[in-house]
């Protein structure tokens, strides 16, 4: 069916036909899933999309003009509440680089304090000294320079998320690298 196949059902829709609605839904569902599949990782969520794409224009179908196709507007809503999903279910970075700055600040000042070697900083530096050079040079472009992750991504062509749990990880490897020489000292 074409567009212009919409129009009756449109109007019958707006003064509250809901057969009239249903058969919108049917004739579209296929097209707004696809929208939402081709866009999400998750499948479940394309679909928990959709069905809420259909809820929102069932409220808003009166803002809908029937002489105009009704998928581009469904697409409308859908793009729209992708953007809202995504923006809700972005990825948090696991554990900034708060915790390492503090061990680091920290084992620092307890040194300048004691005019002497912390086994703790030795300890680090040890720890950082076995991992790869790559990935001393993400710590080092991270946390030495401040680079941000966004600014990290474009550089290297890694998604943001990858860098943040490969620093995530890093960060938990060095805590428990340097917990592990302080246990055996």
């Known amino acids: ?6 129009h009756p059902l449109i109007l019958r829709a707006q003064v509250g036909d809901l057969e009239a609605f249903t058969l919108l839904v049917i ?11 081709v866009r999400l990782p998750e499948p479940a969520d394309a679909e928990d999309l959709a069905q ?7 409220r808003r179908i009166a803002s809908c003009d029937p002489d105009r196709p009704m998928l581009p507007w469904l697409r409308g809503i859908a793009q ?28 620092l000042l307890e040194c300048a304090e004691a005019e002497c070697e912390n086994p703790r900083l ?6 950082v000294g076995n991992l790869s050079e790559n990935a001393r040079a993400l710590l080092h472009a991270r ?16 998604a943001q998320s990858a860098l943040t749990m490969q620093l995530h990880r890093m960060r938990l ?6 917990k592990r020489k302080l246990a055996s000292a």
């Not at 030795?122 to 720890?127: K, N, V």
């Not at 401040?146 to 290297?156: F, M, Q, W």
């Open 52 to 58: 809420e794409v259909f809820l929102t224009a069932h």
């Open 143 to 158: 946390y030495g320079e401040g680079r941000s992750v966004e600014c990290l991504s474009k550089a290297t062509g890694r």
């Open 173 to 178: 490897a060095l805590a428990l690298c340097v």
């Open 122 to 127: 030795e300890a680090l530096r040890d720890c």
């Open 27 to 37: 004739r579209h569902q296929g097209a707004v899933r696809a929208f939402l599949l």
């Open 80 to 107: 729209n509440l992708w953007r809202n999903h995504i923006r809700k279910f972005r990825p948090i970075p696991l554990g900034g680089h708060a915790e390492l700055q503090e061990l680091v600040d920290s084992t």
């Open 1 to 6: 069916m074409q567009a212009d196949d919409d």
